[in-house]
């Protein structure tokens, strides 16, 4: 598959803001390089998956690194962002509304799942597989949304992510880290959507409490009754008993 803003964080979710601005640090660094080659502030040899370099030296910044880098600008960089600002923001302010934690939980899942298979194929960045993946969640999610793409192709939404490899065959590209961007949006699926509801099945996939804690807003106790001050208008100043009644 194929100047700064102040403002430009405004309107994002707060798990989409945290990865948003955690790419742009990414981004510009390794810019200051290419721009400026004499500050040698950070190459994309320090980025890229190396599980030699992880487990033996504990260079561990490189489990997330690997997911922050997608090239240099062009056609490619673009496409990705596009499609990792818009599928990233449709889902947390669709299914996963409200459920902030749940939403870093797939982030947290997804990234695990690419990790362990990156281990066994040559793949050095993770960012393009992860896009695939929330695109194919989300498309699995909304099946009944009609696509256009580029205005040559109508289809259902399920097929997008496959559409999107054949687009990226077509430029020449290596289908694998699509297809590895697939395969763990369908496990996602498969175990939060799919099999919970199936007769016999259950949830494997929980959110563990910490994210919960971090992220979500606590539910109101329908049985908490607020104090005086807490209350609309505050104390009823100038109420109370008469004096003898």
Not at 99 to 127: E, I, K, N
Not at 230 to 245: K, T, V
């Amino acid at each position: 598959m194929p100047g700064s803003s102040r403002n430009w964080g405004l309107g994002l979710g707060e798990a989409q803001r945290g990865w948003s601005q955690e790419w742009v640090e990414a981004y510009r660094a390794h810019s200051g390089v290419q721009n400026r080659p004499q500050l040698e502030l950070i190459t994309p040899f320090q980025l890229y998956f190396n599980p030699e370099l992880i487990f033996k030296h504990f260079q561990i910044w490189r489990l997330i690194t690997n997911f922050l880098f997608f090239g240099p600008v062009g056609f490619n960089f673009l496409f990705n962002m596009i499609f990792l600002y818009r599928y990233c923001r449709m889902l947390e302010e669709g299914s996963f509304r409200g459920r902030t934690a749940d939403f870093v939980f797939m982030f947290l899942f997804g990234g695990f799942l690419m990790t362990l298979f990156g281990l066994f194929v040559s793949l050095v960045f993770l960012g393009q597989a992860f896009t695939i993946m929330l695109v194919y969640v989300w498309s699995r999610r909304n099946p009944y949304v009609r696509m256009n793409f580029f205005g040559l192709l109508n289809f259902q939404a399920p097929f997008l992510p496959w559409v999107l490899m054949g687009f990226s065959l077509l430029l020449g590209n290596s289908i694998i880290v699509d297809l590895l961007g697939i395969a763990v949006g369908h496990i996602y699926f498969f175990l939060e959507d799919v099999f919970p509801n199936q007769p016999g099945g259950i949830r494997i996939l929980k959110t563990p409490s910490i994210l919960k804690a971090i992220f979500d807003t606590p539910d109101e106790d329908p049985n908490y009754n607020p104090l005086p001050e807490e209350r609309p208008g505050g104390f009823a100043w100038g109420e109370g008993q008469r004096l003898g009644g």
